[in-house]
Each structure stands twice: as structure tokens, then as C-alpha cells.
């Protein structure tokens, strides 16, 4: 499995996944992104390592510090995550 991270507030999440970042739909401002983002698009917050530049910083979505690791959601791998992020998507649609 992949390393997993931890920011001061204490959120986890698997390094350079960012499926999170990409399949959900984010309806609150993200910087860069004023009207958010619609779900399967990248965030231009996650850079080429598919990390976040905002984890851990007071600019990040209330909505994306709320989100955690989950190995039910996240999978094994960041394949898994993005499938199961986006049937979740589109599931609650």
C-alpha cells in the first residue's frame, strides 16, 4: 500500500493520490478556482505529484480538510479511489 501523510490538523491521506481532488464535485470556493469544481476535474491546487499545495493551509476548503483516509473509500491504490469517488459522485447526484 502507499505511504500514507498526515497534515498538523491531523487529516490523512495516502501520498500522491489526489483522487479526491479529482472525482468529487466541490462547490466552495478553492483558490484559483472561485466557483469551485465540477466532479473529474482536476483541481488546480493538486500539482504534478498529485499532492495537494493547500493541505494544511487555512485556504483549503472546509469541504477537503473534512476528508480523511478511508481504506473503504480510498482502496489499495489511487485506481480504486477514483472509481469508488466517482460512483459516489454520481451515485448522490
Given amino acids: 500500500m502507499s505511504e500514507l501523510i498526515t497534515s498538523d490538523s491531523s487529516a ?3 501520498a500522491g493520490c489526489g483522487a479526491c481532488c479529482i472525482a ?3 462547490t466552495s470556493p478553492i483558490p484559483g478556482m472561485p ?3 465540477p466532479a473529474g476535474v482536476r483541481c488546480v491546487q ?4 498529485n499532492l495537494c499545495m493547500l493541505f ?4 483549503r ?3 477537503c480538510g473534512q476528508f480523511d483516509y478511508d481504506p473503504t473509500v480510498c482502496g489499495e491504490h489511487r485506481d480504486e ?4 469517488l466517482s460512483w ?3 451515485s448522490t447526484r
Fill in 12 to 14: 490523512t491521506c495516502r
Fill in 24 to 26: 468529487p464535485s466541490i
Fill in 35 to 37: 466557483e469551485g469544481k
Fill in 46 to 49: 493538486l500539482d504534478a505529484n
Fill in 56 to 59: 494544511g493551509s487555512p485556504l
Fill in 61 to 63: 476548503p472546509m469541504v
Fill in 81 to 84: 479511489a477514483l472509481a469508488t
Fill in 88 to 90: 459516489l459522485e454520481e
